[in-house]
């Protein structure tokens, strides 16, 4: 069965950047497990799984425009500390998550802390960034009418109604 939209596929895969250095990978873990054609994944790697098979091997460069996106400047800003209440030590590198004003969940990044200046960067870690895959399909089935209504998949794997 081959991969397209409306398909339930499981994937391993390990992910690295520009160097070779490892970001995030599913070796070990269960595979990823995604629907197809519902932009479950990004849509550099969505498009060149389309068409392939279980127990294909692949690697993908997905380009940011295809990943997370290109950086964007007026997402890095510089904040006063109180901003972060309750918050008694910021370092750099912190991540938390903050509610943007269209209720959409942001995930925010320190990248300096000056003070009570605080500079930062609501971009995607990896925005920016070229992504290199390292993809395994382990299997591909047809996604149930619930499934693709719902744009996700449920059972195992399903990560929305834990």
């Known amino acids: 069965m081959i991969i397209e ?8 895969y390990t992910l690295t950047d520009e160097d070779g250095e490892e970001i995030d990978s599913s070796i070990g873990q269960d595979p990823l497990v995604y629907l197809h054609g519902a932009s479950n994944i990004i849509p550099g790697l969505e498009k060149e799984l389309t068409g392939k098979k279980a127990g294909d091997k692949l690697k993908v460069i997905v380009q940011p425009e295809d990943g997370y996106g290109e950086m964007d400047p007026e997402l ?6 109180d901003a972060f209440e309750g918050v ?20 925010i990044t320190i990248m300096d802390v000056d003070g009570d200046e605080i500079t930062i960067n609501g971009n995607h870690p990896l925005a920016g960034q070229v992504l290199h895959f390292d993809v395994s399909i382990e299997a591909v089935r047809e996604a149930t009418p619930d499934e693709v209504a719902h744009g996700h998949i449920h059972g195992d794997g399903c990560h929305h109604h834990h």
């Not at 939209?5 to 391993?12: C, K, T």
């Not at 890095?76 to 500390?81: E, G, L, P, S, T």
């Not at 008694?88 to 995930?107: K, N, P, S, T, Y």
Request: proline share 0%.
């Open 88 to 107: 008694e030590d910021l370092e750099e590198g912190m991540e938390f998550q903050a509610q943007g004003e269209d209720g959409h969940v942001q995930r």
């Open 5 to 12: 939209d409306a398909r339930v596929v499981s994937i391993h």
């Open 76 to 81: 890095i800003q510089v904040v006063d500390r």
